[in-house]
């Protein structure tokens, strides 16, 4: 499947592959990894200057009014890189919901602040049995007050702004903006197997404020935007990893001859480029269908379908370009190991492969 680009968008992905290329360098990378903000800002400032970061927040909030696609477009490119930038909790799951159910005054606030660089924000959503909401909310005579935990939340520990599901008593699930930095949050640091940056959050009585759509709807279209960028991360990162063992396999010499003369591994780069191809077309009919662009409704069976394929094949793709790389591609100074792992924290975000797994048998009539 083929996606015809605009001219703005295939301006804004030059853009934005110039940049990456040369501010994203293997050797850089670990120098970010290395760094106590686990990313770099000369990049984040840079993806605002582009425009990457308001990509799908409405223009009337400083944005540049686009949609699924542009965020697929957009991850597929940061996922090549093997970016750290806390953009998938901040400019897509963060800004999304605010776009969704925030006020006027929320998204005027908030919006062309994050579309600038000038504001982080997090998702915090998941809890520590996937599916349930157990973090409770509750209403005082000063305004709401959230208790819970919320594990592995994205760069948690240096957003300004959090975006927290919480349980309302006879109300469900709804969504909160928390001051990441006000009473009752407290924050534990850590970083991730690839080295992007997480926190566990406790909220032990911290001020929210409520926004205002209801939560049941807007959040299966905010975790489903989530699951159509985490698809496409993986599919970068695909690309990268099936880059790396080509180039490889026209280089690497090995008795007297290239190793890509072997049919045996030229067999297997060819089942890599099937599964890589599949993964592609599955990402773009997704995000086409959460944008509306195409004719298949919904998206939520569509988001399980995409989730559970694609994570199982970028794994197999990744361990397979490790596996034709040899002994150096398990070196922490080698990139196509670093794939791996990035594809390892994609799938267990918004649900691994099994969980989507579940979900999809759960819909098939008994």
Known sequence: MNLQLNDVRQQLLDSLSRLLGREYSFELRQQYVASDRGHSRQVWDALAELGVLGAAIPEAHGGFGGDAVDQMLVSQALGRALALEPYHGSAVMAATAIAAAGSEAQKNRLLPRVAEGELQLGWAHDEAQPGCVATQAAAGRDGWHLFGTKPCVLHGAAGDYLVVTACVPQDGVRLFLVDARGAGVLRDGYRLIDGTPAADVRLDGAQAEPLEGGAGDVLRRVLDTGIS?????????????????????????????????????????????????????????LALALAGRNDLAGGEAQAHAAKAYIGQAARQLTQEAIQMHGGIGMTEEYAVGHYLRRVLVLDQLHGDTQYHLGCLERRVPQ
């Open 229 to 285: 960028a985490a698809c496409a991360e993986m599919v970068g990162a695909m690309e990268g990893a099936y880059a790396l063992t080509v180039e490889y396999l026209k280089t690497r010499r090995q008795f007297g001859r290239l190793i890509g003369a072997n049919q045996a591994l030229q067999h297997r780069a060819v089942d890599m480029l099937v599964a890589l191809e599949q993964s592609r077309s599955l990402s773009l009919s």
